[in-house]
């Protein structure tokens, strides 16, 4: 009985010692560093090719780059086409999403997560001053290319240093293609998507959207915070672990945003965004609205994150 209590014992300390080992090993397993700066640059580069209307040339011409961009760091990657019917032109409009796959270090590994941003830029500026330019396209900037920025940047990483689970990366069309108040016209790509038998393959998704604004606050989004708090709550924890006081741990907004469709399949989804952007589906939606340190700032959360799952 005494022996057997002591071998019990011994085993246990060897479990223990193996726990310690396996997390002093990952502790010291650190993140990559985020590029804000290359980030910005990439930004730059999406509003160059101008404003990125679903349907139009610009918005070719850039997933072009996009593809080019991931095949040059030989990470796989693909597009998914779906046709939109205009309400207000009564045509059909193709938009397309691009997905690129990042595997885990361990090919044993099954988790996955899907990051995720809208690509598109807004064919209207109905909150322009100047009132003969609400018809106008939009730049996009920070709504639409700062949040591709963000993942792009992060695609760099995980090519160079591999993260422990796989990970999605998904640039979406159609996000802000509709009228104000008519729901029906938004979140295109991302209604699509959920409609691709993805349900239960990934773990939880996030969002960024919006959040190159060189004036940048991040509050928690209320619909994240309500129905993926343990999400909502990783996210924010992480930043301020890192000190990144961009990030606000409390509520202020409650948006619409592609994160609400991958819930309608019960995917834990949150929201990063700043939606006090005064510049918002206006005309001055410019990279000069934007920083680079913005941009470090959010990929510095995410990429923590990410890494230490």
């Known amino acids: 009985m005494y022996k057997n209590k002591l071998n019990s014992v011994f085993l246990i300390l060897i479990a223990c010692f193996v726990v310690l080992s396996c997390k002093t090993k990952m502790e010291q397993t650190e993140a990559p560093v985020f590029d804000g700066q290359r980030a910005y640059g990439y930004l730059e ?14 918005a070719v ?3 072009k780059y996009f593809m080019n961009f991931f095949d040059s760091l030989g ?5 998914m086409q779906f046709v939109h019917n205009s309400k207000v032109s009564g045509k059909p409009v193709t938009m397309i999403n691009i997905i690129a796959s990042i ?3 361990d090919k044993d590994v099954t988790k996955r997560y899907l990051l995720a941003a809208h690509y598109d830029s807004r064919p209207r500026a109905e909150h322009d001053a100047d009132l003969d330019k609400r ?3 939009i ?9 591709v920025a963000v993942l792009m940047e992060l695609a760099n990483l995980f090519a160079a240093q591999k993260p422990g689970v796989g990970i999605d990366l998904l640039l979406l069309d159609g996000e802000d293609f509709g009228r104000p108040g008519d729901l029906d016209e938004y979140f295109l790509g991302a209604k699509d998507y ?12 996030i969002v960024v959207d919006m959040i190159g604004d060189s004036d940048l606050k991040i509050y928690r989004e209320e619909h994240s915070n309500k129905y993926s708090p343990e999400v909502t709550d990783l996210v924010w924890n992480t930043a301020a ?5 961009t990030f606000v741990n409390s509520v202020k907004h409650a948006i619409y945003d592609d994160h609400l469709s991958f819930m309608t399949i019960k995917l834990q989804s949150v929201v990063i965004i700043d939606f006090d952007y005064k510049y918002w589906h206006t005309t001055l939606d410019n990279a000069d609205k934007c920083s680079a340190a913005s941009l470090g700032s959010v990929g510095r959360v995410v990429t923590e994150l990410m890494y230490s799952l």
């Open 139 to 147: 730049d996009g900037a920070n709504d639409g290319a700062s949040g």
């Open 135 to 137: 018809e106008n396209w």
């Open 45 to 58: 580069k999406q509003v160059s090719f101008g404003p990125r209307v679903p349907g139009s040339d610009n």
């Open 75 to 79: 990470i796989s990657n693909d597009t």
């Open 194 to 205: 959920v409609k691709r038998n993805i349900k239960g393959k990934y773990e939880f998704a």
């Open 61 to 63: 011409n850039c997933r």
């Open 241 to 245: 672990r890192l000190g990144e006081t």
């Open 103 to 105: 595997d885990p270090m």
